[in-house]
């Protein structure tokens, strides 16, 4: 086999070899979704993307007679190096994402590679794949091959999971998704949590009001930040990235869908469910132009889907490991199935993803019908 060359990312040409990719490795795969390439190009570009402003990423390709076989990104971020050692970052984590190969001699060239940048660095671990914030995709799939992603999940070749971990990466941190049907309701007991919780003059659940979005995008995220604070791989929202967030999401942002629930008229917890953009991206191809746009457009004017996803859920950390916090998210929960099905007509949903050691949020899965649908481990390698 002819010596795999890998070399930085420098030019405009190297930009789009990167994001092409994955159009030619995944060509015959029904089950992935073509992401739009102009996301992906702000994704990876500094001043577009803010991550970069506590950030610094190479990118990396796998040339073989002239032809790109892989891709990888080796990332620093400066808020992760902040972060407590015993939460998974902190001082020496350095990154590796954006990963793709045609076989294993690429995907070992290009772990090598990323592993020397941040060994150059001074990086003592490589944690991936991140790609390339904690709130952007994570983890590699290792199960579930058999259905599309949802909505800013990820997706990837079967193969990687022994490439990476014949490079010597071993999963420190698993994430999973909870699948659930949703139009038939919940168990009784569930519904009787609910049922008590509508009757006390202390709970109320409202939806966010999309004329106060920016207001409603910073007291979502400041509950978020919070709530999340000292779980494993934890990583601030910051200022410009809620505004870029916020600019990306409001197109599939519903009122009714996206909730707070108020505690004596103090913000308390929040539940966003998104409906499953994929279902509507599967046939784009990767592009909006000439006309997919406009498809797009009229979708989104009044979404049918089969999937609703919850993608970020919270309660705020004086309430958790109570009976209220379980009360309000069971709550926030059913509220948001009930507009889900009626309005949107949604027959599931995806829950996650859940970290593997957060026992509270899994149990909450468990406890309205969900099961394990996709497994997403995290790997961690010592440099």
């Known amino acids: ?72 990104s080796a ?27 045609e076989d294993q001699e690429a995907a070992h060239a290009l772990l ?33 091959f058999d259905r599309p992603p949802t909505v800013m999940m990820q997706f990837n ?25 949703i139009n038939h309701g919940y168990p009784e007991l569930t519904n009787r949590i609910v049922a008590k919780g509508e009757k006390s003059g202390r709970i109320r659940i409202r939806p966010v009001d999309k004329s106060r979005f920016d207001e409603e995008a910073a ?16 990583v601030p929202f910051t200022d410009a990235e809620i505004a870029y967030a916020g600019k990306k999401l409001r197109p599939i942002v519903y009122e009714d869908l996206i ?3 108020e505690v004596d008229g103090e913000p308390a917890a929040f539940m966003m469910t998104l409906p499953d953009l ?21 979708w989104l004017r009044a979404p049918k889907v089969r999937t609703m996803r919850v993608p970020l859920m919270g309660v705020v950390k004086k309430l958790q490991g109570t009976r209220m916090a379980s009360q309000l998210a069971f709550m926030l929960i059913e509220y948001i199935r009930r507009s889900a099905v009626a309005k949107y007509g949604a027959t599931h949903g995806e829950f996650g993803w859940v970290l593997g050691s957060n026992g509270p949020m899994m ?21």
């Not at 509507?280 to 406009?294: D, I, S």
Request: aromatic share 12%; charged share 15%; proline share 6%.
């Open 157 to 181: 070749a079967a193969a990687y999971q022994g490439w990476i971990e014949a490079a010597g990466h071993a999963g420190v941190q698993d994430l999973f998704t909870y699948a659930l049907e």
């Open 75 to 101: 990332h620093i971020d400066r808020l992760a190096l902040a972060q407590p050692a015993a939460q998974g970052f902190g001082p020496g984590t350095g990154f590796w994402g954006l990963f793709e190969a």
């Open 363 to 383: 149990s909450v899965g468990e406890a309205v019908g969900g099961t394990i649908n996709k497994t997403y481990p995290i790997y961690r390698k010592e440099l």
């Open 112 to 144: 090598v590679a990323a592993e020397n940048w941040l060994r150059g660095k001074g990086m003592t671990q490589a944690i991936g794949p991140v790609s390339l914030s904690v709130w952007d995709e994570i983890g590699l799939l290792v199960d579930g």
């Open 278 to 298: 994929n279902e509507k991206l599967a046939g784009f191809g990767g592009n909006l132009f000439p006309f997919n746009w406009a498809k797009l457009l009229w």
């Open 259 to 261: 909730r707070v629930a």
């Open 1 to 72: 086999m002819p010596v795999t060359e890998i070399r930085p990312v420098l030019t405009g040409a190297d930009r789009k070899a990167f994001i092409a990719l994955p159009f030619r490795l995944y060509a015959g795969d029904p089950n992935w979704v073509p992401p739009l390439k102009a996301d992906v190009a702000g994704l990876i570009t500094p001043g577009k993307n803010p991550w970069f402003d506590h950030g610094e990423a190479q990118l990396f390709l796998a040339v073989r007679n002239g032809c790109t076989v892989g891709r990888i």
């Open 219 to 234: 007291l979502i995220i400041g509950i978020l930040n919070e709530a999340w604070s000292e779980n494993w791989g934890f």
